[in-house]
Structures are given as C-alpha cells and as structure tokens.
DNA sequence: TGAGTTTGTATCATTTTTGTAACAGGGGAC
DNA sequence: GTCCCCTGTTACAAAAATGATACAAACTCA
C-alpha cells in the first residue's frame, strides 16, 4: 500500500488531490503548511511527498531537502508560469513537478510514474496464478476474467501488495473501507471469504487467530 | 501505432533504444548524426523523438527548434553530470529528459508518459470502427457521420483516450465538465448512456460498478 | 421570437453489492 | 479431553448503483 503525504495550504486542493488519490488506492495524509509537513514526514514513512512550493513557514525548498534525507520522492506542484521554479526545483532534486492547474489524469500518471521508477508499484501485478491490471480494475486467473466487486478488488490488492504478513482486521478495515475500525464487526471475514472464494484462494488467504489474515504465495 | 525517431550518434546505445522500444511495440528510425536527424524528421511524421543533445554538426538544439516546429514532442537524451543541459533543454521546450546510463523501464515509462500527453493532441484518431477528427469534432462510423453532441463528443475522446481503463466518475466529470465533482449526480450516467446509443458501443463501454465506466476495445 | 437541440434533474424499475444474523464446526487454552 | 471462543458458511434483507424514461430549463440558430 503506497501512502502519499500531500503538502499544500489551498484545502481546496488538498482534498481535491486527496480524494482522487484515495479513488486511485493510495493512502493520504494531508500537511496544511510546512511545519505540519515536516512533522508527518519524520513520524511516517512515505512513498511520496506532493510538494506545493509557495507554503506558509517553512519555504518547499526546505522540505524538499528534509524528504530527500528521508528518502522519499518529492513532486513539486508549482503555479502557472513560475518556470524559474521548475528549474529550480529540478536542480534541487526534486522527481518531478506539475503546473497547477493541471488534469487529474496527469497528476496520476505522474505518481504512477514516479512510484513505478521507485519500483513502488506497478500497473500490472503477477502473482501466483492471477494477473492484475490496477488500471483497468480487472483481475485473471489463467486466462479467465473474474468477477470482483468492487471491495473485494481492493480486498486483494491489499492481500497481494502484502503477502506473507499477518494483517489485523483493523489495519484490513482502515485500508479497504477507509473508515475507523469500530471492532467486532464480520464483515472484514465475509469478504475474505467470498474473495478466496472467487479467486480460489482458499489455501493462500489463511486466518490468523484472534489477528486476522495471512496471503501466502506457496 | 506509435512511429519514434531516434537521433543518437553511440551505436550501441541507438540499437539498445531500439531494440526495446520496438520490443515494447513502437515503430523506430535511426538517425547517428544530427543532418540526418533533420532530413528524417522532414520526410516523416513522428510521435516522439529522443533526442541526444551531443551531436556531431548539429546540435541538439537547433534539432530541438526543428522538431518543435514540426509540433513532434522531444526527449533529451543526456549524459549523466550534464546538470546544465537538463536546466537549458526544459528550458528550450524539450517535453522530458532522461540521464544515461538509464534503466529501459524508465525509458518505456516516460516515453509511454509523453506519447500518453501528447497523444491529446492528436488530429486523427482511428479506433474500433470509428473515425475521429478532432480539429472539426467529427465523428464517423464506418464513414457516415455521428451527430454528437458537445459533452459527447468530450466524453468519447476521454473514453478513446484512455481505454481499458477504469475511469472514476469524478475523473470524467472533471474532465468533460472541467468544474469539480460534487458527487450524487446522475449526469455523468446519462451522457455516457447517450453516447452509447448514439454510437453503439452498447458493448464497449461498459459499467465499473461503484466506479464508473470502462472503454473496451475489443 | 420561436422551433428545435442540448443538457441536467427527477423518477421508477432492476440489478448488484454489502452487511447482519444465525448456526455449524474447528482449533486453542487449560 | 473438554469447553469456549473464533472462524466458516449460508441465508436474507437493506442499501446502493445503474439503466431507462420523461420532462423542464437553458441554449442555439434561423
């Protein structure tokens, strides 16, 4: 699961990208000015910093080169005609940038990109006998499409960008319905028994007691 | 299909380039020097070309200029270190760059990228049994012309622009409507079932459920 | 101005998804 | 070995999403 921490004052923006980001299956975390930035990137690991120059404190400069020891890619999101910027950024080492206002299709091509040459995720995912396109949303078993609904793809996703952990079922919860886990609830087991079901994954989605589930490859 | 030129004066790297892209199911030419890479440029029409900017008479540059006018999108090819030439080749409009030694997916990845932005732009488009013009905004199946509407012909480019995709209804809304998605509407669902109609592609475009839709080409 | 288009909302029918309940069975804890 | 909690299974009903149709507002073009 790729987790993005997007660093912009406009909330406007914020949750526009926010939203669209979390329809794409990355998880969020939104930083309304530097400082708040800064804290996130040091409490949590991120596969990818969205990066507005123009902030409030702590100038995106700065952060970039607090991300860039941290390891995380950083994209720039600049206003329209600060070409300076872009150079500037770029020098400074940031991944990519973007002009706002841009399309929300380039804005995920662009993460895609950048996280596939971090080797962070990939469009198409082959594991044991299913072949998973992350674009289209539709997953294969020798061949033949399945016919997941639309948690139950997440579900998997989950299961495949994870394999061989034991997953709580409030880690599985807070992931696939984006929501806060209220405990003692079976949905989270029904789901994973109709995905094992569809899929044929009984022997390769185990229950862990009193945890939740395991996805194993052999 | 996809035609890229390749203006590269090191052999290996040229063939190297080629090999894959060609691998990867695009059309290539070679040019090793930049003459040539003019009087290619001149007598074909390209999607892409990859540009190194170390060449012997002309340089890359004056070739950057040339294709640009041609409206052909460039990437630079550069050497690694050559910080300065990143800065001065965004600068002179070069669409991306990339640093050799480079990893070949990363070169598919950005050249998809750019094909994928460009590809917007696009005069003629031929897909399935339809033929698009997107300068007059005709449409034609098999040679009579659809009466399409504004939004609908939008829409159908999105579709055809992106195919075998899932396509979030806030993702269409946004771009056909170019105005923020304020969720629970059906207007989304009702231009798509026009366009349907209107087109047959009753079976083409196909309900993501809790999505939205997906173009298929098959 | 007025007829014809285009566009979006409302409504109803149908299908699909989702979650709760209830019960059965099995694996740990002791 | 026994008991009990946890998980597997099935059934069902509520909720949500989509397709289809009708209609009204907005816009276009003569």
Redesign the interface.
């Known amino acids: 699961m790729n987790k993005i921490l997007i660093i912009e004052d406009e909330e406007s923006i914020a949750t526009?990208i926010k939203?669209?980001l979390i329809?794409a299956g990355y998880q969020c975390d939104v930083a309304y000015d530097g400082a708040e930035g800064a804290d996130k990137l040091s409490e949590n690991h991120y596969d990818l910093c969205l990066l507005d120059i123009m902030l409030p404190e702590i100038n995106g400069y700065e952060l970039l080169s607090y991300a860039k020891s941290l390891e995380v890619p950083v994209m720039f999101v600049t206003a329209k005609g600060e070409?300076q910027d872009?150079?500037k950024g770029?020098?400074a080492g940031a991944d990519d940038y973007i002009t706002k206002p841009f399309?929300?299709?380039?804005l995920l091509?662009?993460v895609e990109?950048i996280l596939?040459?971090f080797h962070k995720t990939e469009q198409y995912i082959k594991i044991l006998d299913l072949d998973i396109?992350t674009?289209?949303?539709e997953v294969r078993k020798n061949g033949k499409v399945l016919k997941l609904?639309?948690k139950e793809f997440d579900l998997l996703l989950l299961f495949v960008r994870n394999p061989e952990t034991a997953l709580y079922r409030e880690t599985i919860y807070e992931h696939v319905w984006d929501s806060p886990y209220l405990g003692d609830s079976r949905t989270v087991d029904l789901h994973v028994q109709r995905l094992r079901k569809k899929a044929g994954l009984e022997k390769n989605i185990e229950a862990v007691y009193k945890v939740g589930y395991r996805f194993r490859l052999r």
């Not at 399309?103 to 380039?106: Q, R």
Request: charged letters at 40%; proline letters at 0%.
């Open positions: 526009l939203m669209n329809k070409t872009k150079v770029l020098k399309e929300i299709l380039e091509a662009r990109n596939r040459r396109d674009v289209s949303r609904t639309y």
